[in-house]
């Protein structure tokens, strides 16, 4: 399948909203039960480092980094989410776009990108370690669902070896 990936438009809201939703529905790749408004999402991602995989006019995927901490000492540490479309995974779309947003966020200045992803989200995991991440720590039940299971999150690390620590 063809592909580019590209910058994200608030137009193409409607169909990352619909891959977020895809998602959410697995109970693997967020504890978020609904997607939030255009507004909000936008409001809680950096403005820089949001990509989509679009091919004519569908989106098939997207990443986006929103900043851990609002203070100044933590600017360039950022958490990446990235959503790859039920019909599109396995054909390597997750791993040309975590490979773009590492690009673009050091392009940026962040020095280190990190994921929380559930334990049992084993694609994901993968995903990471493919691009340069590495396991850092493991949330033990750390959330409770709707229907009374806990959780453990694996937490993910890539340091920058552009932006480097002086």
Known sequence: MEYKIDIMKPSDW???KSIYVEGIKTGLAT???EA???ENWDNGHLSSCRLVARSGNDILGWAALSPTSSRSCYAGVVEVSLYIGERYKGQGIGTTLLTNIIKQS?????WALYSAII????????LNK???FREIGI????????????HDVILMERRSKVVGIN
């Open 106 to 110: 050091e392009e940026n200045g962040i």
């Open 139 to 150: 949330r033990e039940r750390i959330a409770k669902m709707d229907n009374g299971i806990w």
């Open 31 to 33: 504890f978020q039960t």
């Open 36 to 38: 939030p408004s255009w």
């Open 130 to 132: 493919k691009c340069g």
């Open 14 to 16: 409607e169909q990352v």
């Open 119 to 126: 334990r049992e989200n084993i694609a994901s995991i993968a």
